[in-house]
C-alpha cells in the first residue's frame, strides 16, 4: 500500500501561506482537526496541502477518504477502509476492522465532505481516535463534527492579495492574455497594474481592467476561491470591467436592487449563477443533467446518460469541453482512463436546475441503466485479456454503480434489479476485494421480494460465495440451500450448479474434501453440460485441483492447473490463473525445483496484488516464504511468515482454520524455527509484521540470489504439507476433473 493516496495537484497552490502555517501547527497539537467555512472556500485544497506537507510525521502514512459522492450514512465505515487501502474477507462490520488496523499505527486520516453524512461520521470518528491513539484525522467540511477535542479550524475567504494574485494565475491558465509576471506568480498576467501596458521594464498586463476595478472584482465575489476561479475562466473573453457590469446585474437582481454586503454563500451561488448564465442553452442542459453522477464519470457514460434530441450525444463532448473551459468541469486521469468530475457545489447547483425541469427521477433511470450495463459488460470481460482493465474500471465506477444500487433498492418495483446488480458484480466483491461491502448490497438486496426468480438465485449463490470467503459458514449453508431448493423447483440447472459448487468450496475450507471433490466436480459436469465456462468454472477446478493435492494426489492436481493454465493463457485470463500457479508452485517445490517454484510464485504474487485478492497473495507469500527456508535462508522465510500475520488478520480466520492449508506455513516456521533458533526466528517474525503491504508484495518480487551461496537445498527428505493426519496420501492415478475440453474425466466422488 501507497503512504498516501492523496491526488497530485493539478495547478499551482496560491497564497494562504498563513492559513497553511496555523492549520499544520494544529495538528501537531490536536488528533481531530476540522477545517471549516462555506462551499467554493477552499477547505479541501487547503487540508491536502497541509496534509502532503505532514505526511513524514505519520509512519503509515496519509489516506485520504471522500464522502461527498456517498448517499447511504451505512457505507461510511466501507468508505474508510477503502481509503486506507484494507481488503478485509471478514464478517466482521467494517467499524472493527478499522479500529483493529489503526489500533498501533500512527496514521494521518483526511475525511473530506463528510457534512451530510455528520450523523454516522462523528460517531464512527469519535471510536477510532478513542482506540487508536496514533491516529489524527484532519476532516474539511460546511460544519464541525462536535466530537470531543475537536479542534475547528474556520476558514475564512482569501485576503485581497492572495485574491488578486489567485485570479491573475488561474487567468494565465485559462488563456488570458499574459503580458507580465505577478510577484509569487510567474507566468501569471499582472490584473491589478492596469489597462494592457509594456512598461519600461518589460512588464505587460491583461486588457480590460484598472488596479481598483480588480480588487473590486475580488471584493465582489468576497475572496471566494470558486468564484475566483470561475470568473477567471471568462477573462479571455470579457474584460474586467465588463464582468463587473455582468455581475452587479446579477447582484441587484438577487437583493432586489440593494447594495449591501451579500453573505457569503450568496455570494458564491451568485457567482456560480453567474456562469450559468453566461453558458450555452446545451451547456446548461448538460451541466443539470451531469449532476446525477457521483465521483468522476468518462465521456461515454456522459453521451448515454445525458445525450438527447436536445442534446445530440456526437455534440456532448463539445459541450463538456466548454464546461471545461469554464472550470465548472475538471479532468483528471485514473488507472481506468480519462475522468471528468463535477465540483459538489456545482453539481449541487446542477441538481436543482435538474429538479426545475422536473426530470430527475428520468435522468437517475438513465444513470442507473447504463451503470447496470457497464456491470453487465464487466462481468463479461472478466473472462478476458481485459480483465485488469475490468479491475481498474471497476474501481473507477465504483461511487456511480453505489449511486445505481442505492436507487434500485429505493424504488420497490425495482428490487430485482437491485439482486440483478448486486449478483453480477460478484467478481468485484470476490476477484477485487470487496467482500464486506458486496454483502452488504446482496443482504439489503435480497431482503426485497422482487418476483423475479432468476436474479434472486443469483444474488443468492453470490451471497453463499462471499460468506463462505469470509468464514462464515452458517450464512453461506443458509443462503446456498435456498438457493438451491429454488433452483431445482424452478428448474433452474445453472444456479443450482453453482450453489452446488460454492457448498463444494465451503467444504474444501472445513477440510472436508472428499466431499469438495464431489460437490465441485458435480458442478463441473453440470457447466460442461450446460456449456457454462468462464473464470467461476476454470476456479472449480482449481479447488478440485486442491483438494487432490491435499489428498496426496500431486500428479492429478499438476494435470489439473497445467490444463486450466493453458486455458487462461487462451483467455487472457489472470484472476485464476494466479490460483493455478500457486499449486503448481507447490508441486515444483516438492521436486526442489525452487527457482522454479519461486518464479510461478512471483507471478501469483504479482497477480493478486494487482486485483487486490489478498487470500491468493497471502497463500503465495507463505509458500514463498517455504520456499526460501528450502532455499536456505530461514531469516528471509520467517520475515515473510511475518508479514503474512497482519494479511490473515484482515483476511479472517488464519488458513480458514483448514489443517491442510496450514501445511506450508507449519513446515516453513518448524524448519526456519530450527535453523534460526527461537529468539532470532520471533525477531525476524517481527520484522516482517511492521511491513506494510507493498513492502511484502515488493520484497517478494525481488527474489533472490544464488541459494547454493546461502547454504544450497533444505533436506529434500523432509515431510511435505498437504498429506495431512486425516487423509494418507493417495498416488496420482486418476484423471483430473473438469477439463474444459472435455478431456478430464469424471470428478472423484
Known amino acids: 500500500m501507497r503512504r498516501s493516496n492523496l491526488p497530485a495537484e493539478l495547478n499551482r497552490f496560491v497564497g494562504r501561506a498563513a492559513e497553511q502555517a496555523a492549520l499544520t501547527a494544529l495538528l501537531e497539537t490536536s488528533r481531530l482537526v476540522t477545517v471549516v467555512g462555506v462551499g467554493g472556500v477552499g477547505k479541501t485544497r487547503l487540508a491536502l496541502r497541509a496534509a502532503a506537507g505532514a505526511q513524514k510525521r505519520y509512519g503509515e502514512g496519509v489516506r485520504l477518504a471522500e464522502l461527498a459522492p456517498l448517499r447511504d450514512p451505512d457505507l461510511v465505515a466501507y468508505a474508510l477502509v477503502e481509503a486506507l487501502g484494507l481488503t478485509d474477507h471478514t464478517p466482521r462490520a467494517p467499524r472493527e476492522v478499522l479500529v483493529e488496523h489503526l489500533a498501533e499505527r500512527r496514521t494521518l486520516l483526511v475525511v473530506d465532505g463528510f457534512e451530510h453524512l455528520v450523523e454516522s461520521c462523528a460517531p464512527l470518528l469519535r471510536d477510532l481516535l478513542a482506540h487508536a491513539p496514533g491516529l489524527t484525522v484532519l476532516a474539511a467540511g460546511r460544519r464541525p463534527l462536535r466530537v470531543a477535542g475537536e479542534a475547528v479550524f474556520p476558514l475564512a475567504p482569501m485576503d485581497e492579495a492572495d485574491a488578486v494574485a489567485l485570479l491573475a494565475e488561474r487567468a494565465a491558465e485559462a488563456g488570458a492574455p499574459v503580458t507580465g509576471d505577478l510577484p509569487g506568480a510567474p507566468g501569471a498576467p499582472d490584473l491589478a497594474a492596469g489597462p494592457r501596458t509594456v512598461s519600461a521594464a518589460g512588464t505587460r498586463t491583461v486588457s480590460g481592467g484598472g488596479p481598483e476595478a480588480v480588487r473590486e472584482l475580488c471584493r465582489r465575489l468576497d475572496g471566494i476561491p470558486l468564484a475566483l476561479e470561475l470568473a477567471a475562466g471568462r477573462l479571455p473573453l470579457l474584460s474586467v470591467e465588463q464582468m463587473l457590469h455582468r455581475l ?33 442553452p446545451e451547456e446548461r442542459l448538460l451541466w443539470a443533467r451531469l449532476s446525477v453522477f457521483a465521483g468522476p464519470f468518462d465521456l461515454e457514460a456522459v453521451e448515454y446518460v445525458c445525450g438527447s434530441r ?30 471528468y468530475r463535477l465540483l459538489d457545489t456545482v453539481a449541487a447547483y446542477g441538481a436543482e436546475w435538474l429538479a426545475e425541469l422536473g426530470d430527475t427521477e428520468r435522468m437517475r433511470r438513465r444513470h442507473r441503466d447504463w451503470y447496470m450495463g457497464l456491470a453487465t459488460w464487466c462481468e463479461l470481460e472478466w473472462f478476458s485479456p481485459r480483465q485488469a482493465e475490468v479491475a481498474a474500471c471497476t474501481d473507477a465506477a465504483l461511487p456511480n454503480l453505489r449511486a445505481a444500487l442505492d436507487l434500485c ?35 439489503r438486496a435480497l431482503a426485497l421480494d422482487s418476483g423475479h426468480e432468476e436474479a434472486r438465485l443469483k444474488a443468492l449463490w453470490v451471497l453463499g460465495y462471499v460468506t463462505v470467503l469470509q468464514g462464515d459458514g452458517t450464512a453461506a449453508v443458509a443462503a446456498l440451500h435456498e438457493c438451491g431448493e429454488r433452483a431445482r423447483s424452478s428448474r433452474n440447472a445453472l444456479a443450482e450448479a453453482y450453489a452446488t459448487h460454492r457448498m463444494g468450496c465451503l467444504a474444501l475450507l472445513s477440510d472436508d474434501l472428499p466431499r469438495a471433490e464431489t460437490l465441485i466436480g458435480r458442478a463441473l459436469d453440470s ?13 472449480g477446478q482449481v479447488e478440485v485441483a486442491m483438494a487432490r493435492a491435499f489428498r496426496g494426489d500431486l500428479e492429478g492436481a499438476v494435470a489439473i492447473c497445467r490444463e486450466v493454465r493453458e ?4 483467455r487472457g485470463e489472470l484472476w485464476t490463473r494466479a490460483y493455478a500457479l500457486y499449486v503448481l508452485a507447490f508441486s515444483a517445490w516438492t521436486r526442489d525445483a525452487y527457482g522454479e517454484a519461486r518464479e510461478l510464485l512471483t507471478e501469483c504474487v504479482s497477480i493478486n496484488h494487482t486485483f487486490r485478492d489478498l ?25 515473510l511468515q511475518g508479514a503474512a500475520v497482519p494479511v490473515w488478520d484482515t483476511v479472517g480466520i488464519r488458513l480458514f482454520g483448514s489443517e491442510a492449508f496450514d501445511g506450508p506455513r507449519a513446515l516453513c516456521e518448524q524448519r526456519a524455527a530450527e535453523a534460526l533458533g527461537t529468539a532470532a526466528f520471533d525477531a525476524a517474525v517481527r520484522a516482517g509484521r511492521g511491513l506494510s503491504l507493498d513492502e511484502v508484495v515488493e520484497r517478494a518480487l525481488a527474489g533472490r540470489g544464488d541459494p547454493a551461496a546461502l547454504g544450497g537445498p533444505a533436506d529434500a527428505t523432509a515431510p511435505r504439507p498437504f498429506r495431512t493426519a486425516r487423509s494418507a496420501a493417495v498416488p496420482g492415478t486418476r484423471k483430473p476433473a473438469g477439463s474444459p475440453t472435455g478431456k478430464g474425466g469424471e470428478a472423484a466422488g
Not at 429505493?410 to 454483502?439: I, K, M, N, Y
Not at 457447466?527 to 476456479?539: A, I, P, T, W
Not at 486455458?567 to 487462451?570: I, K, P, S, T
Open 248 to 280: 452587479d446585474d446579477r447582484f441587484r437582481l438577487l437583493t432586489d436592487g440593494g447594495r449591501g454586503a451579500l453573505p457569503r454563500h450568496q455570494t458564491l451561488r451568485t457567482a456560480i449563477g453567474w456562469s450559468h448564465e453566461l453558458c450555452t
Open 409 to 443: 433498492l429505493e424504488l420497490p418495483e425495482d428490487a430485482h434489479l437491485a439482486q440483478h446488480l448486486a449478483g453480477t458484480l460478484w467478481f468485484a466483491w470476490v476477484g477485487c476485494g470487496r467482500l464486506s461491502e458486496g454483502r452488504h448490497w446482496l443482504e
Open 310 to 339: 436536445e442534446l445530440p450525444p456526437e455534440r456532448v463532448l463539445d459541450h463538456l469541453g466548454g464546461l471545461l473551459a469554464q472550470s465548472l468541469v475538471s479532468r483528471e486521469d485514473t488507472p481506468a482512463g480519462p475522468a
Open 567 to 570: 486455458v487462461c493463457e487462451e
Open 527 to 539: 457447466y460442461r453440460e450446460l456449456g457454462e465456462l468462464n473464470s467461476n468454472v476454470l476456479m
Open 615 to 639: 487470500v491468493g497473495l497471502v497463500l503465495a507469500i507463505e509458500l514463498l516464504a517455504l520456499v526460501t527456508v528450502s532455499e536456505g535462508d530461514p531469516a528471509e522465510a520467517a520475515v
